[in-house]
Nanobody, 123 residues
Framework: QVQLVESGGGSVQAGGSLRLSCAAS????????MGWFRQAPGKEREFVAA????????DYADSVKGRFTISRDNAKNTVYLEMNSLKPEETAVYYC????????????????WGQGTQVTVSS
């Protein structure tokens, strides 16, 4: 079992920045590929970013490329999502997820999920 706890959400004005964190426990962290997803009210959960176990490979949704950065610190069992130039339409609950082996942009491939953290971007 893997437990994931997100933090760092909040309210920010359009153009602002936030950094989300996700602390993991229960398994060797470097064996886990990690992903960030988001879900806005009335919409499906969508992929944001993912990173491989050792951090050497990353993937991003086209909508966030150049503005968001995913990273991880395996010594702290934590993955981060740095979000810059935020837009109001990015208001959503942001979820951290984990899976064994390779990173994936598909939410169905992830076995473990955090409870989510709210990000609200005002115009």
């Amino acid at each position: 079992q893997v437990q994931l706890v997100e933090s760092g959400g909040g309210s920010v004005q359009a153009g602002g920045s936030l950094r989300l964190s996700c602390a993991a426990s229960g398994r060797t962290f470097s064996s886990l590929a990690m992903g960030w997803f988001r879900q806005a009210p009335g919409k499906e959960r969508e992929f944001v970013a993912a990173i491989s176990g050792r951090g050497g490979t990353t993937d991003y949704a086209d909508s966030v490329k150049g503005r968001f950065t995913i990273s991880r610190d395996n010594a702290k069992n934590t993955v981060y999502l740095e979000m810059n130039s935020l837009k109001p339409e990015e208001t959503a609950v942001y979820y951290c997820a984990a899976r064994m082996k390779y990173l994936s942009p598909s939410s169905g491939d992830y076995d473990y999920w955090g409870q989510g953290t709210q990000v609200t971007v005002s115009s």
